[in-house]
């Protein structure tokens, strides 16, 4: 099958003293959000292979070695099967992983609400906050603290839910708690696929897990396993998009969606797929 609309990516450099902040990973995310968007079939760009780490950044998301020319290699990203040699993989993730931000969403994958509080969800989708009024220091605190959980495509939710298993290439539904400073407030507002599932009451292994990548600090994460002896659920997940306009809790009551939302719980497919016309990401 040949590409309909093909996007040349340029390249450029992130200043040494920003770069560990994960400024080229928020990039490539919006990039490939844009292309997607847009209905491009096809990006490509070229890169020395001497820039290994984001060669193998590329990798990770679906680019793939079109060829090599003057010593530069070439590489694509589709966002549909058939377009490049690979196979459509058969695992969800894989397969969010190759037509990224593209996803699986039928019978056999699960869905799950994830409540988070206003300052979380700030702090890992800074992008994507919507608030009624701007606060006074709005524009000074985006160029401090730590900015790695917001920039990353890969982030990390950590919690004391009950929920004791969640499949890889599952579809997370975020849900943006009450905040009556925020225009999404009680709303299904982002869409994560679930990369990993770990639950550990370590304080050691919690720390490993997140990497920098949660929204807590280090104090606040070691609080988390009360000393050792309270197991945590940590859910890595890949940032597949948001919803906009985001989806209100009356739409949800609507179609059927009720009950607790202070915590994890599925969402049944049949449910799903009510919303799925809201939802502009899925395959």
């Known amino acids: 099958q040949d590409p309909q609309k093909i996007l040349k990516i340029c390249t450029f450099k992130i200043k040494e003293k ?123 605190s985006g160029t401090q603290g730590n900015r790695i959980p917001g920039n990353t495509i890969r982030k990390v939710y950590v919690c004391h839910a009950q929920i004791n298993t969640i499949r890889l290439g599952e579809i997370l539904l975020f849900f943006h708690l009450k905040d009556g400073n925020s225009l999404d407030s009680q709303c299904l507002i982002t869409v994560g696929i679930v990369d990993g599932f770990d639950i550990t009451d370590k304080n050691d292994e919690l720390l490993r897990l997140t990497a920098k990548r949660s929204v807590f600090n280090q104090a606040q994460l070691e609080a988390f396993t009360v000393n050792n002896t ?45 919303l799925e016309p809201e939802i502009l990401l899925h395959v």
């Open 18 to 140: 920003y770069r560990g902040e994960k400024f080229g990973e928020q990039l490539l995310k919006q990039i490939l959000w844009w292309a997607h968007k847009n209905n491009y079939s096809l990006v490509y760009l070229t890169i020395y292979p001497k820039h290994k780490n984001l060669v193998d950044l590329l990798f990770q998301y679906g680019f793939e070695k079109l060829g090599c020319a003057a010593g530069e290699l070439y590489l694509g990203k589709s966002f549909t099967p058939n377009i490049l040699k690979s196979t459509a993989p058969s695992e969800a993730l894989a397969y969010h992983r190759n037509y990224y931000p593209a996803f699986v969403s039928d019978e056999t994958i699960g869905k799950y609400l994830i409540p988070i509080h206003a300052d979380y969800y700030a702090t890992l989708f800074p992008e994507n906050v919507n608030k009624r009024q701007p606060e006074l220091f709005d524009l000074a």
């Open 230 to 274: 309270k197991k945590v659920k940590v859910i890595n997940f890949l940032l597949a998009g948001h919803i906009v306009p985001s989806i209100p809790l009356k739409k949800m009551e609507d179609i059927g969606i009720k009950g607790p939302y202070q915590s994890i719980r599925s969402i049944d497919h049949a449910l799903y797929k009510q």
